[in-house]
């Protein structure tokens, strides 16, 4: 290894498969490790060193916040989770899924989204009771959250953005309303 620059050594060190995201984090990692490794600078080192960091830790969380942007899409309906997971996809975020709140709640704790796109009506556990809970999470990066339901009076909307909300969409809602309140979103 001697010679090499820190990216190709960072490329050539053994790692142990945490799940699928986060194998995919790493290799993003090492592509922009490599990337970074043209230009000088203590930017540039910063930016490896937090890459290498997390990569020998082997966090998944630590992967994640370096380069991959997560979104959790939960909803009852399969054919609306994989319709959101290819919008989220589409806009540079790895798609999760999960069919209630209960469910999607157990994921948050094991690994917190970026974002979560969230149906209002479910079994088990609603998108109510789910995003509550979830907003009592202590977390350092909180993620956004968006109401994707059938729900459209004033009043729920109101409910929805009270319990910790950050957006709102009614459904039925096409792909091109969805991607423009995702956008929206990431702009600020």
């Given amino acids: 290894m001697e010679g ?25 990692i090492v592509v922009d490790a ?6 000088s600078g203590a930017a540039s080192t910063d930016a490896i060193v937090r890459a290498a960091k997390a990569m020998r830790d082997g ?7 370096a380069s ?5 899409i939960v909803d009852d309906s399969r054919v609306i989770r994989k319709v959101s997971s290819k919008i989220a996809k589409s806009l540079g975020y790895h798609p999760i899924e999960a ?18 796109l ?6 088990e556990m609603d998108g109510l009771e789910f995003v509550q809970k979830l907003r009592a999470i202590p977390t350092p990066h909180a993620p956004t959250i968006v109401f994707c339901t059938s729900k459209g009076d004033a009043e729920d909307i109101h409910e929805g953005i009270g319990a910790g909300a950050d957006d709102y969409i009614v459904k039925p809602f096409d792909e091109g309303a969805l991607r423009a309140k995702l956008q ?5």
Avoid at 99 to 116: I, T, Y
Avoid at 184 to 188: D, F, P, V
């Fill in 4 to 28: 090499m620059t820190l990216a190709e050594r960072l490329a050539h060190t053994p790692r142990t498969s945490i799940d699928d995201a986060s194998a995919e984090a790493e290799a993003d």
């Fill in 34 to 39: 490599q990337d970074m490794d043209t230009h």
């Fill in 59 to 65: 966090s998944p969380e630590h992967v994640r916040q």
């Fill in 68 to 72: 991959v942007k997560t979104c959790l």
């Fill in 99 to 116: 069919q209630d709140g209960q469910e999607a709640l157990a994921r948050c704790k094991q690994s917190m989204p970026n974002l979560v």
């Fill in 118 to 123: 969230t149906d209002w009506n479910m079994p």
């Fill in 184 to 188: 929206k979103l990431e702009r600020g």
